[in-house]
């Protein structure tokens, strides 16, 4: 599901770095295509800039060059993603006209046709197979006016990703695209596991520093997606004054989770279960199908209690998903023992690379 914001480029580079820039850890790879996949060159994980407000494109640039080196890659073309709050996802129905018209009528009027009025914005959209969402028979207006099309619409800041851009470029990198980052985790599973994808009334959660992702999906098409404002940040500081311990120390035992702390960690995880439950419920109860799996990812996947837990409150089952499975692993070897505990981490540069 391409939404780059970037007209793009139409040439398949050989190979690619994917930059998920999140709030507080930035995690990017370095790919190279074989055949019609990929091989996974390397991985990096690095802290991400602190910034109060706005992250000045000087800090960014400087930031992209320490991804660079940790990569050790000379590679300079890169997608770069937006993340969860700097970004928008919308259904829409829209003109039968090309996307490029279509970017431009949503740049003139969002509030028509998203309900929303985005000022200075970017938009790119997605054409949604229509037979296989509700009511795709209604393809023309009352009065007969002119048949519709359903999409997809993302947008973002013009610029915000006027300095990525700038940044990239500073930082001697090209950039290929741009895309929202609550895509990643689709199209990485769409890429990891195919056959559930295309079959199946799926929930991906992905677990943020400061948000958490949903989107639920039904043979293949998304039909819901929704941010909550609770992410992995909130759950170690709600640990850490239950516990009366430092943020660190917090951190430090979320994964593991000892049997002495779990207690004081279950209202934390309560609260996250209740608004992703609300998500699906509206989507069973929209799509007339119950969710088979929720497939977790993020940091906080790497913990069995998170995930037990938040399977008790969505009762649904809830499995922490490899969103590197059906990439080839050319890593060096310390990398490789690495990557089966770093892999839930890196879903959304994972799916960012399926565009390309």
């Known amino acids: 599901m391409a939404l780059p ?13 994917s930059i998920d820039l999140g709030g507080r850890s930035t995690k990017a790879i370095h790919v190279q295509r074989k055949g019609e996949g990929f091989a996974l060159l390397r991985y990096a994980v690095l802290d991400a800039p602190i910034f109060e407000k706005h992250l000045s494109v000087d800090v960014l640039a400087d930031h992209l060059k320490a991804v660079t080196r940790a990569l050790e890659t000379k590679t300079k073309f890169a997608t770069l993603t937006v993340g ?3 970004s928008v996802l919308r259904h829409a129905d829209l003109p039968q006209i090309p996307v490029d018209d279509m970017r431009q009528i949503l740049k003139n009027n969002t509030k028509n046709y998203l309900q929303q009025d985005l000022p200075n914005h970017v938009f790119d959209c997605w054409l949604l197979a229509t037979s296989k969402l509700p009511g795709a028979e209604n393809t023309k207006l009352a009065g007969g006016g002119p048949a519709k099309q359903k999409v997809i619409v993302g947008g973002a800041r013009k610029q915000l990703i006027d300095d990525m ?13 741009i895309s929202p980052g609550i895509l990643g985790p689709v199209n990485a599973f769409e890429m990891a596991m195919p056959e559930v994808f295309a079959k199946e ?4 959660v992905d677990i943020g520093f400061k948000s ?18 609770i992410g992995g940040d909130r ?27 779990q207690s004081a960690f279950e209202p934390l995880l309560s609260a996250l279960g209740r608004e992703l439950r609300a998500s699906i419920d509206f989507f069973e109860h929209q799509q007339d199908k119950s969710v088979s799996r929720v497939y977790i990812s993020g940091g906080s996947a790497r913990s069995e209690f998170i995930v037990k837990g938040l399977e008790t409150e969505l009762m649904a089952t809830c499995i ?15 990398q490789v023992a690495e990557l089966e505990q770093v892999a839930p981490q890196l879903s959304v540069a994972v799916g960012a690379i399926a565009t390309i």
């Not at 009334?201 to 991906?204: C, F, G, K, T």
């Not at 969103?323 to 070897?333: E, F, R």
């Open 5 to 17: 914001f970037l007209n793009g480029q139409t040439k398949k580079r050989d190979q690619l770095l």
């Open 84 to 86: 969860v709050n700097d």
């Open 165 to 177: 851009q700038s940044a990239a470029r500073q930082a001697g990198l090209i950039p290929d695209q």
């Open 201 to 204: 009334a799926i929930a991906l």
């Open 212 to 229: 958490t992702s949903i989107c639920l999906l039904n043979h293949g098409e998304l039909i819901v997606n929704r941010v909550v404002a």
């Open 235 to 261: 759950l170690t500081a709600g640990l850490a004054e239950a516990m009366n311990i430092t943020y660190a120390e917090a951190e430090g035992i979320k994964i593991g989770m000892p049997g002495e702390v």
């Open 320 to 334: 922490a998903w490899n969103p590197t499975a059906n990439l080839q692993v050319a890593l060096p070897p310390q």
